[in-house]
């Protein structure tokens, strides 16, 4: 059964630094995402990508975030300067038909020291 | 926009016996219900969906269930065992939009043997 994917599993930063998250979602899915997880807490929609295009984003994903699907397969979030606060874990997700039946990865945990 | 709340947010239930999550949903306006299971340190995983135009749907041990005038909807885990033993998480979304999902809190599930 085919699964999104993501690298790398985990990532340690310094803050100010920036960072790349990638995710290879599944071959025939159309709709894209990116959720993140406080430790502990519920999971928080950041943004959703559809046609080359950002479809929606949320008050998390400022300036300092962005995304990209720089060929047929990557989809990317670049965050620019990190903050102690940005520590999370990042699920990229994908969907055939938009919400219905979002797919995860595994998640990249994301530490800014 | 959408709030989505979840009750219990820790659940003990013996082996063998049933056990209930309820979440409430705010915008009449959503209309398509998934639950994901987290085991600790793993990706959401969806194990059930319903839409809003049926009431019920059920698989295998697994059953959900949606109050669109009261505005929530359940999960019904009968016969419950120790794999069992996760994070469920409930969202809603609206597919028309192309939403994203708006996730609850999380209830804790224990199963004791």
């Known amino acids: 059964e085919p699964e999104v994917t993501q690298t790398p599993s985990h990532q340690v930063t310094q803050m100010g630094q920036e960072v790349i998250l990638r995710c290879v979602p599944i071959?025939?899915?159309?709709?894209f995402y990116w959720y993140r997880q406080i430790l502990g807490q519920k999971v928080e929609f950041l943004v959703s990508f559809y046609n080359n295009e950002i479809s929606e984003k949320s008050e998390i994903f400022d300036d300092q975030f962005s995304v990209e699907r720089p060929d047929g397969s990557n989809f990317t979030l670049k965050i620019r300067s990190t903050k102690l606060e940005d520590s999370a874990m990042y699920f990229c997700?994908?969907?055939?038909?938009?919400?219905?039946?979002?797919?995860f990865g595994p998640g990249t945990r994301l530490t800014v020291l | 926009g959408e709030n989505v709340e979840q009750h219990p947010s820790t659940l003990s239930v013996q082996e063998g016996d049933s056990a209930v999550i309820k979440c409430t949903y705010s915008?009449?306006?959503?209309?398509?219900f998934p639950w994901y299971k987290q085991e600790l340190g793993k990706r959401p995983q969806l194990i059930i969906d319903?839409?809003?135009?049926?009431g019920e749907k059920k698989d295998q041990r697994i059953a959900v269930t949606l109050n669109k005038t009261a505005k929530h909807f359940s999960l019904h885990i009968t016969e419950t065992q120790p794999e069992d033993s996760a994070v469920y998480f409930c969202a809603a979304s609206m597919v028309e939009y192309r939403n994203k999902l708006v996730f609850g809190a999380g209830t804790i599930l224990r199963v004791k043997s």
């Open positions: 319903i839409r809003s135009n049926v």
């Open positions: 997700a994908s969907s055939e038909h938009g919400p219905l039946k979002q797919f």
């Open positions: 071959s025939n899915h159309l709709y």
């Open positions: 915008d009449s306006a959503s209309n398509y």
